[in-house]
């Protein structure tokens, strides 16, 4: 099959990895940025050499998103497919960016598949998005919160003696430590989905085979490099929504919020489920805040931010399924 095609594929690929950089870059550091631990400039940058380094550690990820989530069928057709997705994908990315709401990338790419594959009447594998994406996402907040608000918990307890002042300085030193692993966790999760869509482009145009488990080097370093250039392009409006909106966080709690999330990344990415990192920061955020009291959190807030992640799927895999009509028609 002509080259050309795959190419087109993969810059939208980029493309995609580009928007979620910049989109979800305030996972990783809204709230060291918001307790002032770190520049902003700083914290991007550290985020964005994180996200690179942590891509190479996503293969089991992207396996799922390439192999476990659509059946796309070998040529055209398929690689129309993964177009229309990654179109859909990206507009959703602007739309909630645009809005300042903290949506899942990893969510609207998997939609972006499916409601493409709906609409080219391919196989989807639903055992697979209910095992590996639907519970997986219902657990991940759960775990969030609770995980938070107890390390919040333990937290006071160890520091119920020590002086304020110096509490502070510490744990806005130990931030840059919890920030850095939060980051690593994103580039382990997102960078390595992108590069999973990448790799299904290529099986689907002949030139990666179906039974090669590996993936490319060049599709991990490639997908690494665009994602490490959106982070550090920045996300402001959902920084200020992550970091200022839910609740105003001091250094222990940003802390407390940015451990919770990446060891729900990393626990996730062992076994090969691609998790949202922004539902793993968003209700760590939560659960740290409701250790000082269930009023201190602002869930008026919460409550747009999880209605964005009901409107995901649909929202995404509706846009897919638009494009891939389009790009038919065009062919």
């Avoid at 659960?287 to 009023?295: C, H, L, P």
Wanted: glycine share 12%; aromatic share 8%; net charge positive.
């Amino acid at each position: 099959m002509d080259w050309l095609p795959v190419a087109l594929v993969i810059a939208l690929a980029m493309g995609f990895n580009y928007t979620n950089g910049f989109h979800d870059a305030a996972n990783a550091i809204a709230t060291s940025v918001s307790t002032r631990a770190l520049t902003p400039r700083v914290a991007l940058a550290m985020a964005a050499v994180a996200n690179f380094i942590g891509a190479f550690f996503g293969t089991k990820v992207a396996a799922t998103v390439g192999k476990g989530i659509i059946e796309a069928p070998q040529g055209t057709t398929g690689l129309t497919i993964c177009a229309a997705a990654l179109v859909g994908a990206i507009a959703w990315n602007l739309l909630t960016w645009w809005r300042g709401l903290p949506s899942s990338s990893s969510h609207a790419l998997i939609g972006g598949l499916g409601g493409a594959a709906l609409a080219a009447g391919a196989v989807v594998q639903w055992k697979g998005i209910l095992e590996k994406v639907i519970y997986p996402m219902l657990l991940s907040p759960l775990v969030g919160l609770v995980v938070g608000y107890l390390v919040m918990t333990l937290i006071l307890w160890v520091c119920r003696n020590q002086h304020p002042g110096r509490v502070s300085r510490g744990f806005r030193y130990a931030q840059t430590a919890s920030a850095a692993a939060m980051a690593l966790g994103h580039g382990m999760q997102d960078a390595a989905k992108t590069a999973g869509v990448v790799v299904l482009a290529l099986t689907v145009g002949g030139y990666h085979s179906a039974d090669n488990p590996a993936i490319p080097w060049w599709v991990l370093g490639l997908s690494a490099f665009v994602i490490s250039l959106g982070t550090y392009s920045g996300g402001w409006r959902i920084m200020r929504t992550l970091g200022r909106r839910i609740i105003h966080l001091d250094p222990p709690q940003g802390f407390a919020a940015e451990l919770t999330a990446a060891s729900v990344l990393y626990v996730a990415t062992a076994f090969r489920m691609p998790i949202s990192t922004t539902h793993a920061i968003t209700s760590a955020i939560m659960g740290v805040g409701a250790t000082r009291s269930i009023k201190a959190v602002r869930w008026g807030v919460a409550k747009d931010i999880v209605g964005g992640w009901v409107l995901t799927f649909p929202g995404a895999g509706l846009a897919a399924a638009a494009s891939y009509a389009l790009i038919s028609l065009a062919l």
